[in-house]
């Protein structure tokens, strides 16, 4: 997959931290010339100095190849022309951070498919929005240490049993089943079934090993 992140800041070089350590290929712009020289020192992605909203930037970014775009800049303005330049090319994913609430629907209108309010502009966050199709929809709770997650049940391992027969810990909780369009409240007698979705309770730092509970076939359910 390939990301191109506009802005070398704190989000902009800590997503492309994270998503190089997943073996994703970067590529940042950014049109502080200082902050260039920092982020191409630091992290192994093609740094590109010059603004975002320059057409030509873009196309030497390789936008046309790019599978998100994700304008991570302070500016909400510039956020928003790059994100309108780079939906010509038609990029699958188009993430877009901002500012002033106020400007969100803008931004939709704009065909922008995700929005990232002040609050909620984290790295990390971001990163699970990129590499993480199978979340259906993520919110986080509080100050980030807890997220409600709505996750595809895909793990034969534990389609076709009784919510009472895994042994949950405090890593998370399931608050809520979708079954054909109807929210149920869980309860141990309930059988969990393929195409299913689970409303989730989690800590932050234990997204990772809930969605490979309920996703993923390799694990030890315990």
Known sequence: MNVVIMGGGRVGF?????????????????NNPLL?????????????????????????ANIKNADVFVAATGNDDA??????????????KLI???????????????????VISP????????????IKPEIADLVVIGKGDAELLDIKLENHKIIGRKISDFKFNDEFIIVGIH?????????????LERGMKVTVLVKSDSVKNVINFFVNDNLNEG
């Open 96 to 114: 877009a951070r901002v500012s002033d609430p106020s400007h969100s629907e803008a931004f939709k209108k704009g065909g922008i498919d995700l």
């Open 36 to 60: 260039c020289s920092d982020v191409a020192n630091e992290l192994d992605c093609l740094v590109i100095c010059g603004s975002g909203t320059d057409m030509e930037i873009l196309e030497e």
């Open 79 to 92: 956020n928003l022309l790059a994100c309108i330049l780079v939906n010509e090319f038609e990029i699958p």
């Open 14 to 30: 800590n997503l492309a931290s994270f998503l190089i350590n997943d073996g994703y290929d970067v590529t940042i712009i950014e």
């Open 179 to 191: 079954d054909k369009g109807d929210l149920i409240i869980p309860q141990p007698n309930m059988i």
């Open 119 to 130: 609050e909620i502009t984290s790295a990390n966050y971001l990163e699970k929005l990129i």
